[in-house]
């Protein structure tokens, strides 16, 4: 379920171009800290995960989710988008898949917060029943690329809408 709120006025002031990683991760842990901004759009659904607009603009866009442990978002990219993560409550699991060892896990908990450039594929899910976190994008999300195992057993990138919601599709 997705939903679109005004443009807030976020904190730290945003600089007029796309944003570096150090500067989204500052950003969402703003945000983060801010609760009385986005706290009333929390809302929880097993079947489709709750991610809410909270600020878009030609150069960031920045997004609230809510998870529940079925809100897999498969496999996926950000396409030109470098991007940060903030957890504001419960445990996020990320995992990244090497052609090695397979699926590498790690747990990020409350307060944490982390990012990565463009070219990072990875897979999200919640870790315990309600977790909440802000997410920011420099540009701004247009396009992702979800992948999947076709019945060959060859991986396939399907482009999706920034505005559609991640699921697997392996």
Avoid: K
Avoid at 60 to 85: I, K, Q, R
Avoid at 104 to 126: P, T
């Amino acid at each position: 379920m997705t939903a679109t709120v005004e443009p807030t006025t976020l904190r730290p002031a945003l600089p007029g171009r796309d944003l570096t990683r150090p500067e989204l991760e500052e950003l969402v842990a703003a945000i983060a800290a801010d609760p009385s901004s986005w706290g009333h759009l929390v809302a929880f659904d097993s079947d489709e995960r709750v991610y809410v607009s909270l600020h878009r603009d030609s150069h960031v866009d920045v997004w609230l989710l809510c998870w529940t442990p079925e809100n897999d978002t498969g496999w996926h990219d950000h396409d030109v988008s470098s991007g940060a993560v903030a957890v504001v409550s419960g445990e996020l699991v990320e995992s990244n898949l090497t052609l090695m060892h397979g699926a590498r896990e790690r747990r990020i908990a409350r307060g944490e917060v982390f990012s990565f450039d463009a070219d990072h594929i990875h897979r999200l899910s919640d870790a315990v029943h309600g977790s909440v976190s802000v997410h920011a994008y420099s540009p701004p999300l247009w396009r992702m690329g979800q992948y999947a195992v076709n019945d060959d057993g060859v991986l396939r990138r399907l482009s999706l809408s920034y505005a559609d919601e991640l699921r697997p599709i392996d």
